[in-house]
């Protein structure tokens, strides 16, 4: 029985992590970022190496926003506030900005 109460656990947790991970995808695409690097949606990131370079430049441009981030001259707070005037400057809600609306745009 208790075994059966982990696995739930953790089907639950793994379903929770997919949905953050489909979420945070669609903030790159919201923001414009697939567009940018040219990555497509559709393709097996993984399997597709047509798109093995656009891939490992957003890795890198990823990479370089971790680092400008962390550092000094950010305001993390100051980014929290602009990012929720560019959910509202697009139409999009500051609380739950993936949600389509009636446009079918994410």
Request: charged share 25%; no cysteine; proline share 2%.
């Amino acid at each position: 029985m208790k075994e059966g109460l982990n696995q739930t656990s953790s089907s639950a947790k793994r379903r929770t992590r997919t949905r953050g991970l489909i979420q945070l995808g669609g903030l790159l695409e919201l923001a414009g970022t697939l567009d940018v690097f040219d990555i497509p949606l559709g393709v097996d990131l993984q399997k597709d190496i047509s798109v093995k370079n656009n891939i490992a430049a957003l890795f890198k441009g990823l990479l370089e926003l971790n680092v400008l981030a962390k550092s000094a001259e950010v305001d993390l707070k100051l980014w929290a506030l602009q990012g929720l005037e560019a959910f509202k400057s697009r139409g999009l809600s500051e609380t739950r900005p993936l949600d389509r609306n009636k446009e079918g745009i994410m």
